[in-house]
């Protein structure tokens, strides 16, 4: 293993890959500094145009893309109360006001170091974690591994969701348009219209690219196109000093091994984790009081959790092949296309492509900050780049990326009819990212069901009982209605809670 | 007697109903395949047709918020408009080929949506054209549509 450490230490640090990965970091600041435009977003857009890279090259790119517009998206929110991602609501909660008082520069300087430290602290464990899961991971055979993808897609669609009901509901919208296309055991053709671009399904990229791209540039286009009364405050200096970040060390540590934690829960993305960092922050803190109005500890520790997801969803994306939220998901697109099936034996099967990839996450973190010390004041302007403008340049890279996957015209038209039923799903409040996941996994379930199935026949038992005949898929089995269960309920007792404070649903969402 | 919801609770209803037509409708089409092929699809649809039920029940029973969706209504036209303009530029995509459709799009779309003054919509459709062109069409030698003008 440590040779295979060392070789992906020499391959990262080829000149062309580090300039990819400089490349990538900024591009992703860039792209989660400005308001709409997410981390999943961003990876969606730009997974198409890897295509012709070799995969090594395009998982550098992808990856320092990822780190930068988790941090990124921070920018928006201490600057102008704008939050550039949904993680980084946390951050703005202590980093706007900050920046009232004349601290901004405080708050940039500290969001920059804590998510330095929560990216490398994730990257550590991705490193020497994720080689131990995958060997455990070989063992598992076709009835274990479709229990892990039923119970990735019920903790997906129940905990990431508002109401886990929608976020079930949408995750079995995502295993039913993975049916399209032909069946690999009989050769049927299901759902496919008599349309030879549909016979191999439905292209993840080309579902990712129009159910994210499509339906925020519809979002964005709702509001106002330009809104002429923001501006940047001053922001003064933005290295906060070794002695502020020694005294945040523990609150930076923690933060990261809650993220890293977080980030290995299918369904809990990087939101979650920066709320659960900046809550332990608070609980522990000398002075809670200061809490939403202002405390570098809020700022820290929501970015330091925020950053430390990335390396710890990478784990059972790299390890099981499941991916734990949509920006993996939009990430496991860019590895299906360079003929990377990930799963238990991507470990084994390409040390040469994983483990320089890991390496480049630690050049990742380091390059956005100092992208971010060194450009912040142009930087700092992209969040003024107004939606008006921000949206059709994103549809046309949706349609160029669209395109470019298999050079078909009726690949655009896939993209505008998901991105279409995307923002439709949107507005009626269904998260989206328990569609694509089922999309990438429902053929993977389908596939080891067929297995169990035929292996069920054999063994002359019927398929429930060849479940319960191993204890590892009854353990999962146990897991998938204990997490259902345990969604409806908290659904239930937050909607009681809702009910007596006198908060209708519409004022929730 | 139930009464129609109001608000979020026939937004529910609604969205229930359009999702268990289209689950009802998948169920059917999935009997024609062979046994094999329809196990899956038919478990799927299945669900959620039943989920569906369950979110209509749901949404029927819990007592209504009485707010109307002002901001919705209101920005229906606006979607509707947005929709027109991307199907508009996607069709035009393989007719007048990619870049003639895009710039003709951008300006269109930026103007519709506010960005003024109008050299500035002009200026960032000429950036973005030859941000493409180059990025994408020169240094990542991204296949694009080509048409009638280019």
Same mark, same amino acid.
Request: net charge neutral.
């Given at each position: 293993?440590?040779?295979?450490?060392?070789?992906?230490?020499?391959?990262?640090?080829?000149?062309?890959?580090?300039?990819?990965?400089?490349?990538?970091?900024?591009?992703?600041?860039?792209?989660?500094?400005?308001?709409?435009?997410?981390?999943?977003?961003?990876?969606?857009?730009?997974?198409?145009?890897?295509?012709?890279?070799?995969?090594?090259?395009?998982?550098?790119?992808?990856?320092?893309?990822?780190?930068?517009?988790?941090?990124?998206?921070?920018?928006?929110?201490?600057?102008?109360?704008?939050?550039?991602?949904?993680?980084?609501?946390?951050?703005?909660?202590?980093?706007?006001?900050?920046?009232?008082?004349?601290?901004?520069?405080?708050?940039?300087?500290?969001?920059?170091?804590?998510?330095?430290?929560?990216?490398?602290?994730?990257?550590?464990?991705?490193?020497?974690?994720?080689?131990?899961?995958?060997?455990?991971?070989?063992?598992?055979?076709?009835?274990?591994?479709?229990?892990?993808?039923?119970?990735?897609?019920?903790?997906?669609?129940?905990?990431?969701?508002?109401?886990?009901?929608?976020?079930?509901?949408?995750?079995?919208?995502?295993?039913?348009?993975?049916?399209?296309?032909?069946?690999?055991?009989?050769?049927?053709?299901?759902?496919?219209?008599?349309?030879?671009?549909?016979?191999?399904?439905?292209?993840?990229?080309?579902?990712?690219?129009?159910?994210?791209?499509?339906?925020?540039?519809?979002?964005?286009?709702?509001?106002?196109?330009?809104?002429?009364?923001?501006?940047?405050?001053?922001?003064?200096?933005?290295?906060?000093?070794?002695?502020?970040?020694?005294?945040?060390?523990?609150?930076?540590?923690?933060?990261?091994?809650?993220?890293?934690?977080?980030?290995?829960?299918?369904?809990?993305?990087?939101?979650?984790?920066?709320?659960?960092?900046?809550?332990?922050?608070?609980?522990?803190?000398?002075?809670?009081?200061?809490?939403?109005?202002?405390?570098?500890?809020?700022?820290?520790?929501?970015?330091?959790?925020?950053?430390?997801?990335?390396?710890?969803?990478?784990?059972?994306?790299?390890?099981?092949?499941?991916?734990?939220?949509?920006?993996?998901?939009?990430?496991?697109?860019?590895?299906?296309?360079?003929?990377?099936?990930?799963?238990?034996?991507?470990?084994?099967?390409?040390?040469?492509?994983?483990?320089?990839?890991?390496?480049?996450?630690?050049?990742?973190?380091?390059?956005?900050?100092?992208?971010?010390?060194?450009?912040?004041?142009?930087?700092?302007?992209?969040?003024?780049?107004?939606?008006?403008?921000?949206?059709?340049?994103?549809?046309?890279?949706?349609?160029?990326?669209?395109?470019?996957?298999?050079?078909?015209?009726?690949?655009?038209?896939?993209?505008?009819?998901?991105?279409?039923?995307?923002?439709?799903?949107?507005?009626?409040?269904?998260?989206?990212?328990?569609?694509?996941?089922?999309?990438?996994?429902?053929?993977?379930?389908?596939?080891?069901?067929?297995?169990?199935?035929?292996?069920?026949?054999?063994?002359?038992?019927?398929?429930?009982?060849?479940?319960?005949?191993?204890?590892?898929?009854?353990?999962?089995?146990?897991?998938?209605?204990?997490?259902?269960?345990?969604?409806?309920?908290?659904?239930?007792?937050?909607?009681?809670?809702?009910?007596?404070?006198?908060?209708?649903?519409?004022?929730?969402? | 007697?139930?009464?129609?919801?109001?608000?979020?609770?026939?937004?529910?209803?609604?969205?229930?109903?359009?999702?268990?037509?289209?689950?009802?409708?998948?169920?059917?089409?999935?009997?024609?395949?062979?046994?094999?092929?329809?196990?899956?699809?038919?478990?799927?649809?299945?669900?959620?047709?039943?989920?569906?039920?369950?979110?209509?029940?749901?949404?029927?029973?819990?007592?209504?918020?009485?707010?109307?969706?002002?901001?919705?209504?209101?920005?229906?036209?606006?979607?509707?408009?947005?929709?027109? $303009? %991307?199907?508009? @530029?996607?069709?035009?995509?393989? =007719? &007048? !080929?990619?870049?003639?459709?895009? #710039?003709?799009?951008?300006?269109?779309?930026?103007?519709?949506?506010?960005?003024?003054?109008?050299?500035?919509?002009?200026?960032?459709?000429?950036?973005? $054209? %030859?941000?493409? @062109?180059?990025?994408?069409?020169? =240094? &990542? !030698?991204?296949?694009?549509?080509? #048409?009638?003008?280019?």
């Amino acid at each position: 293993m440590f040779d295979q450490i060392l070789n992906g230490a020499i391959v990262a640090f080829q000149f062309q890959h580090l300039l990819l990965a400089f490349g990538g970091a900024v591009l992703g600041t860039i792209l989660g500094a400005m308001p709409g435009i997410s981390a999943t977003l961003g990876i969606a857009l730009l997974v198409p145009f890897t295509f012709d890279m070799s995969s090594v090259a395009a998982l550098i790119f992808l990856g320092a893309v990822y780190c930068g517009a988790i941090y990124g998206g921070s920018i928006a929110g201490i600057l102008i109360n704008v939050p550039g991602t949904p993680a980084a609501v946390a951050t703005m909660l202590d980093g706007y006001p900050m920046t009232q008082q004349g601290k901004g520069g405080l708050a940039l300087g500290t969001d920059i170091c804590s998510s330095f430290v929560g990216g490398q602290v994730s990257t550590i464990f991705l490193l020497f974690g994720a080689p131990i899961v995958a060997s455990v991971a070989l063992e598992i055979r076709s009835a274990e591994f479709f229990w892990i993808v039923i119970f990735a897609m019920s903790t997906i669609g129940a905990i990431g969701a508002g109401s886990p009901i929608k976020g079930l509901m949408a995750g079995i919208l995502g295993l039913v348009i993975g049916t399209v296309g032909m069946h690999p055991m009989t050769g049927t053709l299901r759902y496919a219209f008599d349309q030879p671009a549909l016979y191999e399904g439905v292209p993840v990229i080309v579902a990712l690219v129009g159910l994210f791209s499509i339906s925020q540039v519809l979002i964005l286009a709702e509001g106002q196109g330009m809104d002429t009364q923001l501006h940047i405050p001053r922001i003064g200096r933005i290295w906060p000093g070794w002695a502020t970040l020694w005294s945040l060390k523990g609150c930076m540590i923690r933060s990261s091994l809650i993220g890293t934690a977080v980030g290995v829960v299918p369904g809990a993305g990087a939101d979650i984790a920066a709320f659960i960092g900046r809550s332990e922050a608070r609980r522990v803190s000398k002075t809670p009081e200061l809490f939403g109005k202002g405390a570098i500890e809020g700022v820290c520790a929501a970015e330091a959790a925020n950053n430390g997801v990335v390396g710890g969803s990478l784990i059972p994306m790299l390890t099981l092949g499941i991916p734990g939220n949509a920006v993996t998901a939009a990430l496991l697109g860019g590895l299906l296309i360079h003929g990377l099936i990930p799963g238990p034996h991507l470990f084994r099967d390409a040390p040469d492509v994983l483990y320089p990839f890991i390496f480049s996450l630690f050049m990742a973190n380091a390059f956005f900050a100092v992208a971010a010390f060194g450009g912040m004041r142009w930087v700092a302007k992209v969040v003024l780049v107004p939606q008006g403008i921000i949206a059709p340049m994103v549809t046309a890279l949706a349609v160029i990326g669209a395109y470019s996957f298999r050079n078909m015209v009726f690949d655009i038209g896939i993209t505008l009819v998901l991105g279409f039923i995307g923002y439709a799903l949107r507005k009626a409040r269904f998260p989206l990212a328990p569609i694509i996941l089922g999309i990438i996994l429902g053929p993977l379930a389908e596939e080891n069901l067929d297995r169990v199935i035929t292996l069920a026949a054999a063994h002359d038992m019927s398929v429930f009982g060849f479940f319960l005949s191993r204890t590892l898929t009854v353990v999962l089995m146990v897991l998938t209605v204990a997490a259902i269960a345990y969604s409806f309920y908290r659904d239930h007792k937050r909607r009681q809670l809702l009910k007596e404070a006198g908060v209708f649903l519409d004022e929730e969402d | 007697m139930t009464r129609w919801p109001k608000g979020a609770e026939a937004r529910d209803a609604i969205s229930a109903i359009v999702f268990l037509v289209i689950s009802i409708v998948g169920f059917v089409a999935a009997l024609d395949f062979p046994k094999r092929a329809a196990n899956w699809p038919l478990w799927m649809w299945g669900l959620l047709g039943g989920f569906s039920l369950i979110l209509l029940a749901g949404s029927l029973r819990r007592s209504p918020s009485g707010k109307t969706e002002k901001k919705d209504q209101a920005t229906f036209g606006r979607s509707f408009v947005n929709v027109a $303009l %991307i199907v508009a @530029y996607a069709v035009s995509v393989p =007719i &007048l !080929g990619f870049f003639t459709a895009t #710039g003709t799009y951008a300006i269109v779309h930026m103007t519709y949506l506010g960005v003024r003054p109008f050299p500035l919509v002009l200026a960032v459709a000429a950036g973005g $054209l %030859i941000f493409l @062109y180059f990025f994408f069409g020169f =240094i &990542l !030698g991204v296949p694009v549509p080509h #048409g009638l003008l280019y």
